[in-house]
């Protein structure tokens, strides 16, 4: 022992008999003793030091028990002890690899195995329960800091004493005898400590110490099973008896077969020699029979692996290690726990469980805390249901949202047994704790069905109901049978995952024959595939073709007495008003799906699809008129089979989008996208189907070969799925496979057989079926070698090449020699993909690619099909490196204030990557704090305000019809929707392409423009003029603080009367806010509605200004501004009124020709009179509306800014209205717009 660390311990004090004798400087002792294990090194010395020197045993347990009544020398015995009591993989992270490190560890635990041993006296637990009751005794309010950590120590160190492990080679303990655990349970029992365990799990001031009990009980319980503690103190029951009679039956039979077979072999005789004997039929290494040196009694035994070296395993192939054992404890300690068990269930369960679960989904526990709350879900709903089941006693953890947890957990540990191999073996343990659950759970739903309380049954049903429905409860076990893994998962977890798949299909086959129709959740996974330029098989279109075809439709069309079915009728659309197709496209899109009709010889749909593009396309006559007889119809029908007419070209391979196949994030939202979750009837016969799979009936097979060892229970599981597959749904042929007949026989061959009466019939079944079927099918001896699927299996049992092959067609000798001529020519070309460069070439342009590839195999031009691989499209680089980090930084920097920061960033890439990738690692990097910041600006260019004076009639409609939705955009803006098409999911997500966005965003806005002016008049006939005043203060307030400030920020605003607050919550006022300018709350973190900070402080007067006014004062203020506008201003004013009133009076002029497009020619004059009458009656109704908007032309300043933001919210989206209020300029209508426009998008 290091010197300091010796002087340090000997000023701890002596103990002389039973008395000890402390120093008195113990404290500072005990403290430095802390230090010292605060700064030790990675082999944990001064542990393994003070270990040695037994300080715990010999001076810190006297201390607690004969000095306990110093509180401050108390404490800081607790901490050294709950420090030097931690688990060893606390203290090494892991159990060392290193043999040095490895050596350490287990000094370090064999140090914790002895202050286990020490620990086990009532006296030392019996100090710590007193301390405990006497700080539980206090009050919540008078509780220091240092009493309630305190509490915690306490609890920390009894988890520390009990989570030692066991050393079983140095007790040597059998059961029914005291181990060390033992005998601290019953210290921790007679001490009275386990009573305050109960008061800490259910007492509701003490619940912050609910995961250290849970925690403490789990390791209480850690060698005890829910069986043995029921039958603790009971007689044996008429099961128990008949189940260990069975068993002392089968191993009675088995040895003395064993004994026969023994008898048997011995000659009469005794042979001195053993003898040489030549095997016939069974060759040796070389073409000569074996000879047997050895008895002949012992030939069956022979094989030709005996005498050589077993083969060496690797570590990654091995099985699975099975946890240690559990062991049966001293009588009275399983009735203490027993007792323990019926007091906490009626008492604590329900609630700590319930207190446990909510801060595991809060998250308010410490990783992995979760397999405490599995253990007891499962051990105490055990104990329950074998002690008197008891429904409300666990009622707390009978609930879907239990099913739903531990489904998750399920699902999350095998996703970890997946990613994090190292740790494999912990994470199997822990999903083994979870299956026990959800089995334990199906148990317990089960022993509810059985119930005799009516309303308890109801509740079984009712989860029943839920956990059958949904399909990831009913799938749970076949995805569990089909991922195990024999390396990582024991073979305990495949038994208990056997039994409880037995327990689930037994459960739903009961629950399926009470109901005739069962409806459940069916969920269908949709990828999406890359659009292939898939041949359309060629029509022939010769004249004697099409005179067959004619022939044919005429004979339809006669026999139906052109008369059409109502639902034929009802089905036939030829028109797509959502597709952004124009018109004049989809005209010729019907005409040709009336074409492909005809050659397909449907006559009464082509028909219904004529007369259905009729209605929808009067005009011109091209499907004919509305009054057409039906031989018109004929002749107009036979037109257009012979017609040759445009068809659209399908879209090339590589339009496909490229960001999908490198993209995985990409790929698992369209996945998750694609999932369609419908309805339908469940058929248990279908769902069993699913289980006939050789990579689930393998598990069950590998759990078989261990029949001896297994428990009747686990064989019978197993037995009744083989047989479901076998004998149900007639698929034996799956278990024709020669490691299954191996082991049929050996049960067949075993002495004790039986024993296993229900294996053994079985295993005749298949065999016999096997054999029968040998006789017809020469080929049955070999499908034994292989596994089989289920089409291998129909093959086997109905014959081969019966259906589900693919006739081919064969290749001519030309043919060949043409491929092969091709290849030759293109093998050394650089082309990307060779196959999509001959397809084209070949002179049968019906091969596919797979026929391709297939003879270039077949005639050795290739070696393998792989290298002829589709190449993939994009890029597969993932990881970014640091170089790659800052030019990305650089480049941003650079291009951050450019209109497209995303596109400039994506050409300057040194490696290039998709789009989500840049965007996903800008977001990482901090550049960019959402996605919408790399949106592409649109730029958009401001005529000056007397534009429309200056251009002509023709530009100024060109430009005008932007307006309305109905037109197409102008060049430019078709090149910018272009564009914006192809951009990436960034701008999907808004939906609509930057020139509809915008075009749509100016109809919208127009159309929800709102009148301040009237929405103030109704406020204040509401009652709420107080609140008006209030904002208005506020707008007042918040513009004289941006001008002292210089800057602005959002301010909140907070109504501080009770009716401003019932103001903030009327609908009308919070028209009035938006039209405003004001920003509603955000999300849920924000309470109040915010004045923007882009708003300015003459906007914001302008936005109170408009709040004091109502309708005599704008009267008043309309006539004075009249009165006083000045001569020299009123030429001025007179020019853009004109202007004005031209604008609008050719904006009528666009909306009358709109109204009147699709008229017919005879009636062409009469529509442009009206048009021209209805151009003069709203330019006549402009020039009225003008006039009275010229009086607000001197306003001050300060108006002319709050017309931007205000006052465009008095006009109404229509262009032709009477109703206009007279604060809205209509020179700034437009300017206002695109104005409201930015703010929005920015």
């Not at 009493?147 to 303990?173: C, F, Q, S, T, Y």
């Not at 031989?631 to 399908?650: G, M, N, T, W």
Request: glycine share 4%; net charge negative.
């Amino acid at each position: 022992m290091n010197c300091e660390l010796l002087a340090t311990c000997s000023a701890l004090g002596y103990l002389e008999g039973d008395i000890y004798h402390k120093e008195a400087d113990c404290l500072e002792s005990v403290k430095d003793l802390i230090r010292y294990l605060r700064y030790e090194d990675d082999t944990r010395d001064v542990r393994q030091q003070l270990g040695e020197g037994h300080i715990l045993e010999h001076d810190l347990l006297p201390i607690i028990t004969q000095h306990g009544h110093e509180k401050a020398l108390f404490d800081a015995c607790i901490r050294l002890m709950v420090n030097l009591t931690q688990p060893a993989m606390l203290c090494f992270g892991k159990v060392p690899d290193d043999p040095v490190f490895r050596h350490h560890f287990l000094q370090v635990t064999s140090h914790l195995q002895a202050y286990k041993e020490a620990f086990a006296t009532e006296k030392v637990l019996g100090i710590l329960s007193e301390t405990l009751y006497n700080l539980l005794q206090m009050e919540w309010e008078q509780r220091q800091e240092e009493d309630n950590l305190l509490i915690e120590r306490i609890l920390m160190l009894v988890r520390n004493v009990l989570h030692v492990p066991a050393d079983p080679l140095e007790e040597k303990k059998v059961d029914d005898d005291a181990s060390v655990h033992d005998r601290l349970l019953w210290a921790i029992h007679m001490s009275g400590f386990d009573d305050l365990l109960k008061f800490l799990a259910s007492a509701q001031s003490e619940q912050q110490w609910s995961m250290h009990v849970l925690e403490i009980i789990s390791l209480m319980f850690r060698d005890q099973t829910p069986d043995t503690l029921v039958s603790a103190g009971h007689a044996r029951s008429a099961e128990q008896k008949q189940r260990d009679t069975s068993e002392l039956e089968g191993l009675r039979q088995k040895e003395q077969a064993e004994k026969r077979s023994r008898t048997l072999q011995r000659g009469t005789r005794h042979s001195r020699f053993g003898g040489s004997f030549v095997v016939k039929g069974l060759k040796a290494i070389g073409d000569n029979d074996i000879i047997y040196h050895r008895n002949v009694h012992n030939f069956k035994n022979y094989t030709h692996d005996m005498g050589k070296a077993v083969r060496r395993v690797p570590r990654r192939n091995r099985q699975a290690r099975e946890s240690q054992d559990q062991r049966r404890s001293a009588l009275n300690v399983r009735l203490f726990l027993r007792e323990f068990c019926v007091d906490f269930l009626e008492n604590c369960y329900n609630r700590l469980m319930y207190i446990v679960k909510e801060s595991l989904i809060r998250e308010q526990s410490q990783e992995h805390d979760e397999t405490y709350y599995l253990w007891a879900l499962s051990f105490f709903m055990a104990f329950n249901r074998g002690n008197n089941f008891q429904a409300d006693l666990v009622s707390e953890t009978m609930s879907t949202r239990t099913f739903h947890f531990i489904e998750r957990n399920i699902t999350n540990y095998y996703e970890m047994i997946l990613t994090d191999r190292k740790e494999a073996t912990s994470w199997s343990r822990r999903m083994h704790l979870a299956l026990k659950a959800y089995q334990e759970l199906l148990m317990t739903v089960n022993e509810m069905d059985r119930s005799q309380d009516e309303s308890i049954r109801h509740s079984a049903n009712v989860i029943k109901s839920n956990i059958f429905y949904l399909m990831e409860y009913r799938e749970i076990f076949l995805t569990l049978l089909r991922k195990y893994d024999g390396t990582t998962q024991p073979q305990s977890y495949l038994k208990d995952l056997v039994e409880s798949t037995h327990l689930f299909l037994r459960m739903l086959e009961r629950f399926c024959k009470d109901r005739r129709n069962l409806v459940v959740q069916k969920k269908r996974v949709k990828r999406k595939k890359s659009k292939k330029d898939k041949k359309q098989p060629v029509v022939e279109r010769t004249p004697e073709a099409l005179a067959d075809t004619w022939k044919n439709v005429e004979e339809q069309l006669k026999a139906v007495n052109f008369q059409l079915a109502e639902s034929l009728t009802e089905s036939i659309v030829p028109f797509d008003a959502t597709s952004e197709t124009p018109l004049e496209e989809q005209r010729t899109e019907a005409m040709v799906r009336v074409q492909d009709a005809l050659q397909a010889q449907l006559g009464p749909e082509a028909l219904a699809l004529l007369r259905a593009a009729r209605e929808v396309w009067p005009e011109g006559d091209v499907f004919g008129s509305t009054d057409v007889e039906p031989e018109e119809e004929l002749e107009l029908l036979k037109q257009i089979l012979h017609a040759e007419l445009p068809r659209s070209a399908p879209p090339p391979e590589t339009q496909v989008e490229e960001e999908g196949e490198d993209d995985a994030d990409l790929e698992e939202d369209e996945e998750l996208e694609a999932v369609q979750v419908s309805e339908t009837e469940f058929k248990f016969l279908d769902f069993i189907k699913k289980f006939a799979n050789p990579n689930i009936v393998r598990p069950y097979l590998l759990l078989l070969k261990s029949y001896a060892k297994n428990t009747p229970h686990t064989n019978h599981c197993i037995a009744r799925m083989l047989h479901r597959v076998a004998f149900d749904l007639k698929m034996d042929a799956l278990l024709y496979q020669l490691s299954v007949f191996h082991l049929f026989n050996k049960i067949l061959s075993d002495a004790a057989a039986a024993a296993y009466k229900e294996l053994v019939t079985f295993a005749k079944y298949v065999l016999n079926r096997f054999f029968s079927l040998a006789v017809t099918n020469n080929k049955a001896y070999v499908e034994l070698l292989f596994w089989k699927n289920v089409g291998a299996v129909r093959e086997m049992t109905e014959g081969y090449g019966k259906d589900g092959v693919e006739k081919m067609s064969a290749w001519t000798e030309e043919e060949e020699q043409e491929l092969s001529k091709l290849y030759e020519e293109h093998r050394h070309s650089e082309v990307p993909d060779i196959v999509e460069t001959l397809l084209p070439l070949l002179s049968n342009s019906t091969r596919t690619r797979r026929q391709v590839v297939t003879q270039l195999v077949r005639m050795g031009l290739v070696n393998s099909a792989k290298e002829l691989k589709k190449p993939k499209k994009g890029t597969n680089i993932v990881l970014w490196t640091e170089d790659q980090e800052e030019e990305l930084q650089m480049l941003y920097e650079e291009y951050k204030d450019s209109d497209d920061v995303l596109g400039n960033i994506l050409k300057k890439l040194t490696a290039k990557r998709s789009r989500a990738r840049v965007v996903d690692k800008l977001l990482s990097l901090g550049l960019v704090s959402e996605r919408r910041e790399l949106y592409k600006k649109r730029s958009r260019s401001a005529r000056p305000k007397n534009s429309a004076a200056q251009m002509s009639e023709e530009d100024f409609l060109a430009e005008l019809t932007q307006d309305f939705p109905g037109e197409p955009l102008n060049r430019e803006d078709e090149d910018e929707s272009e564009e914006s098409e192809e951009e990436d999911e960034l701008e999907l997500e808004e939906g609509q392409s930057g020139g509809s966005r915008r075009r749509q965003s100016l109809v919208s806005k127009e159309e929800r423009q709102a009148d301040v002016g009237a929405t103030v008049t109704r406020l204040h006939e509401e009652g709420m003029s107080e609140a008006l005043q209030w904002l208005q203060r506020c707008l007042d307030r918040a513009a004289k603080s941006r001008e002292e400030d210089g800057f602005s920020q959002a301010t909140p605003l907070v109504p501080l009367t009770e009716a401003c607050e019932d103001a903030m919550e009327d609908k009308t006022f919070h028209g009035l806010l938006r039209n405003l300018g004001m920003r509603a709350p955000a999300n849920e973190q924000e309470t109040f509605w915010r004045i923007p900070e882009k708003i300015s402080p003459s906007q914001l007067r302008c936005a109170a200004a408009s709040l004091r006014q109502n309708p005599n004062e704008s009267k008043n203020e309309e006539v004075l501004v009249e009165d006083d506008n000045p001569p020299e201003e009123h030429q001025e004013e007179k020019k853009e009124v004109s202007d004005s009133q031209r604008a609008d009076a050719l904006r009528a002029l666009v909306v009358a020709r709109k109204r009147k497009q699709h008229s017919s020619k005879d009636d062409a004059p009469d529509m442009d009179l009206a048009s021209t009458e209805d151009a003069n009656s709203s330019f006549e109704r402009a020039k009225e509306k003008t006039a009275k908007r010229n009086r607000m032309l001197d306003s001050a300043e300060e108006e002319d800014d709050c017309s931007t933001t205000v006052m465009d919210t008095h006009t109404n989206g229509d262009a032709d209205s009477d109703e206009e209020d007279v604060s809205a300029p209509v020179k700034r209508r437009r300017k206002m717009v695109l104005i409201e426009e930015d703010e929005e998008e920015d």
